[in-house]
C-alpha cells in the first residue's frame, strides 16, 4: 500500500468514527470505540505524509481520494 492508499484509508477510519462518538455520547457511554478509531485513522494519516516525500499540501487530498477511489473501482 502506498502513501496515498493509506491517507484516504485513515481518513475513511477518522470519518466512521465520528458517528461512533455520537452514538456513545447519546447513550451517555464512553467513547472507547470511536477513540480508537480516531487514534488508528489519525497514525494512518500522519505515517501516509511521514513516508510521502514531500508530504501533502490540503489542496492535494481531495484529488488524492479520488485518485485513489477510483483506482480502487476499477
Known sequence: ??????LVLGLMVAVI???????????G???RAA???????????????LTKPGGY???QIPDV????VAGWLR
Open 1 to 6: 500500500m502506498g502513501p496515498d492508499s493509506l
Open 17 to 27: 468514527a465520528i458517528p461512533a462518538v455520537i452514538s456513545a455520547m447519546a447513550e
Open 29 to 31: 457511554r464512553p467513547p
Open 35 to 49: 477513540t480508537v478509531g480516531f487514534m488508528v485513522g489519525g497514525g494512518l494519516i500522519v505515517f501516509a505524509m
Open 57 to 59: 499540501a490540503p489542496g
Open 65 to 68: 481520494v479520488a485518485r485513489v
